[in-house]
């Protein structure tokens, strides 16, 4: 069940849209067969994955962190030291080089945390196409670091201000925008969900991450016990399971975010929370988080790329056959993990990425020693440090924060003062 069966996986998944994204969805999945039979086009990706994203990222033996934990051999994918700093860049080149391939010119993509929309924006600076990025006025707001790399990569970030201001509202944006100019237009939907067929083609090009950690066990002699992914949307976690899905071994494991509780608001555990529902929700058949009326619940997770309320259809129906087994980590779980991983390997986990690390750290000491764990590291935490910052040394943070604001204010007043002069 590597594929979906015209758009599904079992019953999840499917092309739930308006008559006008359907003309859009079908002229992109027929783009897509081709370009990925195309050997011009994989030589073309290819090159770019090795020179400008920097693959193959390493696969590490975390050879303390086996000590200490006294189990199954860990090794890390370090997926977080792919250029822009995670594996979402895997999928904005991929769909960015198709959507040159269709002639299309302009690149739009809607982006939570505004990682999705750095490695888009990133992608579309590389490959010289034009981008508009829609983020939720809130998170506008909140994630200005984010905002700013966008810009600086030449992308136009447009902030939603419809309902909740948040994802979501982005994400009907830009669904809106492809409506109604997709004859020059690409959206470039980043995780592996939506409507038919972005599920099929965001695991392919991030199946480049399995596709690696197959070659590397298999060079290293490696026995695959267990690989362990966080699933926000599911892009990363898929996409490293991709190779391994149709045999019965090794044990793929999803992990959600648990938050701070099993509550309903409290976390975002879709497979396996208090108010997982099936539903049909932004185009396609998956479980969400929704109250009875099916509008969406709110989400909890200290990290934001899996703070969200649906799940990819993949992961969703390979989670109902059992395939895939999902777990949750608590956020303060995850904070351990990055503390264990950063002292033991010199490792530094995103706070998603560390939901895998801490199942890890729960499971090698219960499997035997002969097979490997694998932990997706999905990003590289640098970008999380006004995050973990406050929760680690709240006092020196805040601190830090306030002579910040000085200084500002100070390098204002000086430039004030010359303004000044010059027009005396
Ligand atoms: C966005 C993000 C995720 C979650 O998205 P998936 O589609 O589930 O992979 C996980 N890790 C990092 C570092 C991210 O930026």
């Known amino acids: 069940m590597t594929e979906s069966d015209k758009g599904f996986f079992g019953e999840y998944g499917g092309k739930y849209v308006a008559e006008v994204l359907r003309s859009a969805l079908d002229e992109l ?24 994203i920097g693959r193959e990222t390493p696969l590490l033996y975390a050879k303390t962190a086996t000590e200490i934990l006294g189990g199954a051999p860990i090794y890390i994918k370090l997926e977080g030291l792919a250029n822009t700093g995670a594996h979402k860049i895997n999928n904005a080149i991929g769909q960015c080089l198709l959507a040159k391939r269709m002639g299309k010119t302009r690149i739009i993509a809607e982006t939570g945390a505004g990682q999705h929309g750095v490695a888009t924006a990133a992608a579309c600076a590389k490959l010289g196409l034009d981008c508009t990025v829609y ?13 700013a790399a966008m810009e600086m990569y030449g992308a136009k970030v447009q902030a939603v201000t ?9 994400v009907n944006e830009a669904m809106r925008d492809w409506a109604a100019n997709f004859g020059n237009t690409h959206y470039v939907l980043g995780s592996a969900l939506g409507p038919a067929p972005f599920p099929d ?7 480049v ?19 362990i992914a966080c699933v926000g949307g599911g892009s990363n976690s898929i996409g ?6 149709d045999q019965k071994e090794p044990r793929l494991i999803g992990v959600e975010a648990g938050g701070i509780g099993p509550n309903v608001g409290e976390n975002a ?3 396996t929370g208090n108010a997982s529902r099936e539903g049909i929700v932004q185009g396609y058949k998956s479980r969400f988080l ?16 899996l703070d969200y309320m649906g799940i990819g259809p993949q992961l969703a129906e390979l989670g109902k056959t059992g395939r895939v087994e999902f777990l949750s980590a608590l956020d303060s779980e995850a904070l351990e993990a990055v503390k264990f991983f950063a002292k033991n390997e010199g490792v530094l986990f995103a706070l998603e990425s560390a939901h895998a690390g801490a199942a890890a750290i729960k499971l090698a000491p219960k499997m035997p020693k002969d097979k490997a764990i694998i932990v997706n590291m999905s990003g590289r935490g640098d970008k999380d440090i006004f995050i973990t910052c406050p929760v680690f040394r709240p006092d020196e943070w805040k601190i830090f924060l306030e002579s910040e604001l000085e200084r500002l204010a100070e390098q204002k007043d000086i430039h004030n003062a010359k303004l000044m002069e010059k027009s005396k």
Request: aromatic share 8%.
């Open 290 to 305: 929704l109250d009875n009326d099916g509008q969406s619940l709110p989400t909890r997770s200290i990290s934001a790329g």
């Open 201 to 207: 083609i965001v695991r392919t090009f991030q199946s």
């Open 29 to 52: 999945e027929v783009s897509f067969k081709e370009a990925m039979n195309d050997e011009s086009f994989l030589k073309e990706l290819n090159e770019i994955q090795r020179d400008y």
């Open 162 to 170: 419809s309902g909740s201001r948040t994802l979501k509202d982005a």
């Open 209 to 227: 991450i399995g596709n690696e950690v197959k070659r590397q066990c298999a060079e290293r002699n490696i026995e695959i016990g267990a690989m």
């Open 240 to 245: 490293f399971f991709a190779p391994f899905i």
């Open 269 to 271: 555990s879709r497979m």
């Open 135 to 147: 983020m939720g006025e809130v998170d506008v707001r909140r994630q200005q670091p984010n905002v």
